[in-house]
């Protein structure tokens, strides 16, 4: 590759990478990929624990801009596992001839914009440096794992995992005592599988999780059979929905409308389907307490039902937030695996973690032997993967300093002080929000219809203004303020990682009106933005 000076240089080669780079091509220009992975499918790539699957149905959860590409692709589940996401992005890959531009293996370490030149100089752990017109970071939500920060780490005697950087070999824990420290949707998901190859497993829980069945299964040949049949009409309702797919299937009822009777068989009738559906049995949840107790209610008499033990089943019921305010968790057999003899919940509430030591995890109250430990501990999610690099935009400004109090962007898409720097599905978009390859497929557009409107006006430059940027902050933390979203600790808002500014950084207007604002600021000549 011997061209070092691009069109664009884009960084990260998962979905949002991928698709970036294939519409870039269609408008004839010429783009680098960085990808620190030996392959592609970002997510798909690095999280390969037992059990990681998508929470959302397989067709639903693909991308939609080539109807010939979803032609000649059939999901085998109902929800995809890992391989078959992982294969699905090397399909994409090769069949679009994607891999050519893509340079793997090479992690991104700082991109700075020289302003003489309006080129942003991209340098690699390689020693490489290239320069781009356009800077277009793809570096996901969720691709900065968490590190773990237990004293005593480096005593312990066995290994060590973490969820979002999985052994491409896989692990064999048979036999084994094994500690999974965490019990968000990673841990959920894996624990099952864990605790039925394990001699023995114990898990470390700080705070509980409101999860709902998958009902996963091999794919009804029914369903998709509609699916293929309707697609068209499918595609177009998950574009316009609040959070980008139809299994959601949004009652407009509240919660407090209806009987005791008639909410119990709507709630259970979602439970039955499964999934995020629960999440759309009533207009109120997300932003009515009371509506919202209602939700919580039938979640912990659910737990109550499945978990045998009373203080296991109590432990697991979520106390301290709304149902909804955390991504909710879908599983395949969560609660129950607790009935099982080879596991123990410990409750860190009660007995917090004092350290790892060489022969397990200690808490409180006394030390529990592990032969290796999960950390499914999450990630420094939204700002971790972009405040990893060292970008700096006008007058060297860097990007981690100008997001010292919180991220702030106008739509998600761009930074003031940051020209040409674009953010795939950034803090003040919907995206982890939403199902995230709707997502990623609205910017991935909304950008590559922008650098061809740049094109046609001969203009080199695009900067978001600080009075749109501001009013744009201003919309997104309103929205938030009228939802029950910020009374979780969350990762949405920092919460997971200490001295992390808390700032709700997800935009929970919704996908369908995001994406009317997002075209009408595009159709108003990029209203918001300065153009040169
Ligand atoms: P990623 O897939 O995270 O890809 C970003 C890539 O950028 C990575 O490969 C990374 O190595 C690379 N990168 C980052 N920084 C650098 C750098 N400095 N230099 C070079 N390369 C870099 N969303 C859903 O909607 N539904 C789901 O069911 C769902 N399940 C998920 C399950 C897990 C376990 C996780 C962690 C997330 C899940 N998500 C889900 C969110 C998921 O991240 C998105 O759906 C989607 O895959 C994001 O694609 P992306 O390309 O934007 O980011
Ligand atoms: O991470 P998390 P994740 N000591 O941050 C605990 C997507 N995803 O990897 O809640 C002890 O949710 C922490 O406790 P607390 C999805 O969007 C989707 O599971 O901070 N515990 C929590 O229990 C998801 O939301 C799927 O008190 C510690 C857990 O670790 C996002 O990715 C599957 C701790 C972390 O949970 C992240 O999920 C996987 C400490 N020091 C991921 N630090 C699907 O189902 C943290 N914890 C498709």
Redesign the pocket.
Known sequence: MADKAFDAVIVGAGFSGLYMLHRLRGLGLTARVFEAGDGVGGTWYW?RYPG?????ESQEYSYSFSPELEDDWAWTERYAAQPELLRYANHVADRFDLRKDIQFETRVTSAVFDEAASRWTVTTDRGETVTGRFCIMATGC?SSA?D???PGLESFQGPTYH??RWPHEGVDFTGKRVAV?????????SIPEIARQAARLTV????P?YSVPAHNGPLDPKFAADWKANRARHRAEQRVSSVGFIAHDPNDQSALEVSDEERQAIFEDRWRRGGFSLGGAFNDIGVNMEANLTAQKFVAEKIREIVKDPKTAEALVPKTYPFGT??L??DTGYYATFNRDNVELVD?RETP?EAITPAGVRTSAKEYPADAIVF????D?MTGALNRIDIRGREGKALKDVWADGPKTYLGLMVAGFPNLFTITGPGSPS?LSNMIVSIEQHVDWITDCLAWLGQRQASVIEATPEAQEAWVAHVNEVADTTLYPLA???YIG??VPGKPRVFMPYVGGVGLYRERCDAVAANDYEGFEVR
């Open positions: 999280n990681a699957r998508v929470d959302i969720l968490n773990p920060q237990f969820t979002g420290i965490g019990t968000g949707s990673s841990a959920i998901q470390f829980q700080r705070t999780n955390k991504r968790c879908i860190l973690i499914a501990i999450g990630f999610a982890v600790n969350s990762w919460a997971n």
